[in-house]
Nanobody, 119 residues
Framework: QVQLVESGGGLVQPGGSLRLSCAAS????????MGWYRQAPGKQRELVAF???????NYPDSVKGRFTISRDNANNTVYLQMNNLKPEDTAVYYC?????????????WGQGTQVTVSS
């Protein structure tokens, strides 16, 4: 069982920045990929950013160029730097980790952190 603890959400004005952190309870070496999803009221959960064990990253067009995901293997932590935030970025952000099993992947989730972009 991988425990994920998120921090860094809050209220920010449009155009502002926030950095989210997600600390995993075990070594990144055992995790295939880590990243973030978000869910706004009345909408489906959507991918925000992912970083794989190879170091490659994945972003949807909606955040490309504004959000950057990075990781600190020594501290088992993944960061999401969010710049030029827009009101449509308002959502609960969930950290996700995918760990390999014999066949397929296991999914683990954090408790979520609220990000509100408003003037």
């Amino acid at each position: 069982q991988v425990q994920l603890v998120e921090s860094g959400g809050g209220l920010v004005q449009p155009g502002g920045s926030l950095r989210l952190s997600c600390a995993a309870s075990e070594s990144m070496a055992s995790i295939y990929a880590m990243g973030w999803y978000r869910q706004a009221p009345g909408k489906q959960r959507e991918l925000v950013a992912f970083i794989f064990s190879s170091g490659s990253t994945n972003y949807p067009d909606s955040v490309k160029g504004r959000f950057t995901i990075s990781r600190d293997n020594a501290n088992n932590t993944v960061y999401l730097q969010m710049n030029n935030l827009k009101p449509e970025d308002t959502a609960v952000y969930y950290c996700n980790a995918k760990r390999r099993k014999e066949i397929g992947l296991d999914d683990y989730w954090g408790q979520g952190t609220q990000v509100t972009v408003s003037s």
